[in-house]
């Protein structure tokens, strides 16, 4: 009875996996192709319909050269300016502000490392992962070259507003600590006020139940199960490095390239290395799931503070809903596909009863709303292993005065994809959130002197227990 039990068990496990890696093999095969088609169409419609757009750039950057930038960072399998061809995964909103970055950071590669990336994109320079780190992680010390970076005169007289999704809000919290701790070699002056302010669009600050869905190991948060959609993931993902299409990675770049996998530098003995665990960022840990586990993530948070001169303000998004006491999708036609399967896991998942909990206090119930990719209770703000200061709001009107130092935060019903990538899927809702974060980050957050939003109260409510 038990061997016929665990025979079941088995087959449904396989059976999702197969659902679930074909799903995904979908969608990022549409996403692929849809950037290829756009990019042979805009090259196309160039060719035909030649136009004379000069003499517009020279006034477009005048404009905006006392204007500090508003920089989006990307989460998790994320891309920036320049990679997919036109595609854009801010689904466009970059063009709603004059003066907008969207740097392209390692897709899957550490918290860490895009912190460090992220620094020299903007301030110039060869990226330097730092000595230690690159010791004991495996990989090189040294990056690409930003050239003059794309801002030189970054410093805390000219700060900067960052926008994170996903894993994005980490990387930006990050990099203001790192900022803070002057943590890179040659740039003494840096500190946390280099930061104005900070955005997080369904962030991951806390870690998701859906790393361990996904193969994630759950009693350290680190290893990965030996058969799991992960498991299909790291080997394709170490076969696209090693083979090192120069055209390919061009257009689409996971960000391991310090790391020296190609077949150039390594041999095919170089391969069986990396697939059987021996060598590359999955043998050593350096790379993001381990840091979007509960576990990772506390550790991580463990080190990084809530600064009192920076403003933040978070959006956590949910496709979930209460009902006969259970926490069920709350819906199908408004969850994509890719994600709806993921939506009804994580809203039953349960920690396994023979593993430790991952922190103490924890409840398997405040951990079932999610957006089918990340905890909504983890994206609000820092909570593990120490909560930082913050106020839910149900709507901007609610806040007469922004004050630093605290995180303000909302809860959006919507998915994990909801705001990227695809704006017709958001609708009106898209443009609602970008307008509303890209007028605070211009009208409404200064460092010195905080700002009243218009028509608004004078009290924030405090943060629902």
């Known amino acids: 009875m038990m061997m016929i039990k665990l025979w079941m068990v088995t087959c449904l496990q396989l059976a999702e996996l197969f659902v679930s890696s074909v799903v995904h093999l979908i969608y990022g095969f549409y996403i692929f192709s849809t950037a290829v088609a756009g990019d042979v169409s805009q090259k ?83 990226v330097d992962f730092g000595e230690e780190h690159s010791d004991a992680c495996g990989h090189s010390r040294f990056g690409r070259d ?4 794309q801002y ?43 930061v104005l302010s900070v955005t997080s669009l369904s962030g991951a600050f806390n870690g998701t139940t859906r790393t361990y869905l ?10 990965m199960k030996p058969i799991c959609l992960l498991q299909i993931c790291r080997i394709g993902v170490i076969m696209y ?24 530098r390594t041999g095919v003995r170089g391969l069986v290395d990396c697939l059987v665990g021996n060598s590359g960022p999955f043998a050593t840990g350096d790379w993001i799931l381990p840091d979007l586990t509960i576990q990772g993530s506390t550790s991580l948070n463990s080190n990084l503070q809530t600064f009192p001169s920076t403003y933040y303000f978070s959006y956590a998004t949910k496709r979930t809903r209460r009902m006969m006491g259970m926490t069920v999708p709350s819906g199908v036609l408004g969850i994509h596909p890719m994600l709806f399967l993921r939506v009804f896991q994580m809203s039953q998942w349960r920690f396994p009863q023979d593993v ?9 119930e405040e951990w ?13 703000h820092p909570r593990l292993p120490v909560e930082h200061p913050s106020r839910f709001i149900r709507s901007d ?6 004050q630093p130092g605290i995180w303000y935060y909302k809860i959006v019903e919507a998915d994990h994809i909801t705001f990227i990538v695809n704006r017709e899927r958001a609708g009106v809702q898209f443009d609602l959130i970008y307008d509303s974060i890209f007028q605070r980050c211009r009208k409404h957050v200064f460092r010195k002197i905080p700002q009243t939003l218009p028509n608004q109260s004078p009290r924030c409510p405090s943060s629902p227990r």
């Open 44 to 126: 196309l419609s160039d060719y035909l319909f030649k136009s004379n757009v000069g003499g517009e750039t020279d006034q477009s950057q005048s404009n905006v050269e006392g204007l500090p930038p508003i920089v989006l960072v990307h989460g998790i399998f994320g891309f920036g300016k320049g990679r997919l061809g036109g595609l854009s995964y801010f689904g466009g909103a970059e063009k709603k502000d004059e003066r907008v970055l969207v740097p392209d950071l390692g897709s899957l590669t550490s918290i860490y490392d895009r912190a460090r990336e992220l620094f020299y994109y903007l301030k110039g320079g060869r």
């Open 214 to 223: 996904d193969g994630m190991r759950t009693d350290d948060g680190i290893s």
């Open 152 to 194: 030189p005169e970054w410093n805390e007289d000219h700060p900067i507003h960052f926008v994170g999704h996903s894993a994005g809000a980490q990387v930006i919290r990050l990099l203001q600590q790192m900022l803070a701790d002057k943590a890179f070699e040659g740039f003494e002056e840096t500190n946390e006020n280099w």
């Open 146 to 149: 930003y050239g003059e970076g």
């Open 241 to 264: 490095d090693w083979l090192d299409i120069s055209w390919l990675k061009n257009y689409y770049n996971f960000g391991f390239d310090h790391f020296n996998i190609s077949w150039k």
């Open 368 to 380: 079932q709303e999610n957006d089918g990719a990340m905890n909504t209770i983890s994206m609000t």
């Open 356 to 364: 430790s909990p991952p922190y103490k206090g924890y409840r398997d």
């Open 397 to 402: 009107s609610e806040c007469q005065t922004l």
